[in-house]
């Protein structure tokens, strides 16, 4: 049982370039989010999916896409990567649906620097 | 807007003495609270949860909630030095039928001295 996994762990990217970063759960949750943490921010809401085929914006969205590919898949995806977007990603996920079931539970996180 | 306020720190506390982080918010609606805690370069790890006003003990951790007031607490006692971290407060409005994710403070940074 890995729980939250991601990939890659590291990446540089140039100011323009696109990637996805991956993650997987195998927890059989419902719901599944992507934050980012930066110095002084905290972690900041970027996208979540309350369940299979559905997703929503969080705090702050743009210049970001995501897919629920399945249950146990969601990704993330910078079209044109810009610097003000190096920072450490973090997938969670949670059984959610609930009261009471919705402790997330996070992925160890991809550091991402775009020059 | 939800906000979660949090000392920033250092809180620096002897070993084997109780530690006491706290947190407020913003948003009366929020039903669900939580303690994470961050390594340096690790993810966040759950510590706690509580929804019901009053204490909830877990080991040498007490979180306390009192909605009353929008605060909510973390007591550690017995401080060790491997406690020493980053403790994360996030609370949750649960909307419908799915969570819509937390809201996080920024987080107090705990350093236990031997």
């Known amino acids: 049982n890995a729980g939250v996994t991601q990939t890659p762990k590291f990446q540089v990217l140039k100011t323009g370039q696109s990637m996805t970063l991956q993650c997987a759960q195998d927890?059989?949750?419902?719901?599944m989010y992507w934050y980012r943490q930066d110095p002084g921010m905290g972690l900041r809401l970027i996208y979540y999916?309350?369940?299979?085929?559905?997703?929503d914006k969080g705090e702050v969205p743009n210049g970001y896409n995501v897919s629920r590919l399945n249950k146990r898949e969601f990704s993330l995806r910078l079209e044109s990567a810009a610097p003000s977007q190096t920072s450490v990603y973090f997938c969670?996920?949670?059984?959610?649906?609930?009261?009471?079931?919705?402790?997330?539970?996070f992925g160890p996180g991809t550091r991402l620097t775009v020059l | 807007q939800k906000e979660v306020e949090q000392n920033s720190g250092p809180l620096s506390v002897p070993e084997g003495a109780i530690a006491s982080l706290n947190c407020t918010y913003s948003?009366?609606?929020?039903?669900?609270f939580f303690w994470y805690r961050q390594y340096s370069g690790k993810s966040p790890e759950l510590i706690m949860f509580?929804?019901?006003?009053g204490d909830k003990e877990d080991g040498r951790f007490t979180a306390q909630l009192n909605k009353a007031s929008q605060y909510v607490s973390l007591l550690i006692r017995d401080s060790q030095p491997s406690d020493s971290a980053t403790y994360l407060c996030?609370?949750?409005?649960?909307?419908?039928?799915?969570?819509?994710?937390?809201?996080f403070g920024k987080g107090t940074h705990l350093i236990i001295q031997p």
């Open positions: 969670a996920s949670s059984e959610a649906g609930l009261a009471g079931t919705d402790t997330q539970y």
């Open positions: 927890m059989n949750h419902n719901s």
């Open positions: 999916s309350a369940s299979e085929g559905t997703t």
């Open positions: 948003d009366r609606g929020s039903q669900s």
């Open positions: 509580i929804y019901s006003n």
């Open positions: 996030a609370v949750n409005i649960l909307s419908g039928g799915g969570a819509d994710g937390l809201t």
